[in-house]
Nanobody, 122 residues
C-alpha cells in the first residue's frame, strides 16, 4: 500500500478552474495505476479519470474535454486539472492507487487518499 494525500480543492464559480494534487509516499508510485474518483452527496462514488503506469489516460464521458489527469513519477504526484467546471462537478474528490487503469477507472484500488472538497457555484 501507499499513503496518498490530496490537496487543491476549494470553492470556484461555474466556468472556473482548479488543479488537484495527490502526493504519494514511498518509492513505488511509478509502479501503480492511478485514478481520481468523486462522490457527491447522496450519490455513489464514481470514477472520473485514470492513468496507467505508462501514461495512457481514460475519462468518464461527463468530464471529457474539461478534466485532464497526469502524473509526475519523479515527484510522486498525481494531478487533475479541472477546467470549465460545472455545478454538477461538486463532490469530494479522492485519488487512488491500484493494479490497472482502464475506461472503467482504476481496478482493485488498494490505497485511497482522504479526499478534497470541490464546490462549484452557479
Amino acid at each position: 500500500q501507499v499513503q496518498l494525500v490530496e490537496s487543491g480543492g476549494g470553492l470556484v464559480q461555474a466556468g472556473g478552474s482548479l488543479r488537484l494534487s495527490c502526493i504519494a509516499s514511498g518509492r513505488t508510485f511509478s509502479t501503480y495505476a492511478m485514478g481520481w474518483f468523486r462522490q457527491a452527496p447522496g450519490k455513489e462514488r464514481e470514477s472520473v479519470a485514470a492513468i496507467t503506469r505508462g501514461g495512457s489516460t481514460y475519462y468518464t464521458d461527463s468530464v471529457k474535454g474539461r478534466l485532464t489527469i497526469s502524473r509526475d513519477n519523479a515527484k510522486n504526484t498525481l494531478y487533475l486539472q479541472m477546467n470549465s467546471l460545472k455545478p454538477e462537478d461538486t463532490a469530494v474528490y479522492y485519488c487512488a492507487a491500484g493494479a490497472l487503469a482502464s475506461s472503467s477507472g482504476v481496478s482493485k484500488p488498494h490505497s485511497w487518499g482522504q479526499g478534497t472538497q470541490v464546490t462549484v457555484s452557479s
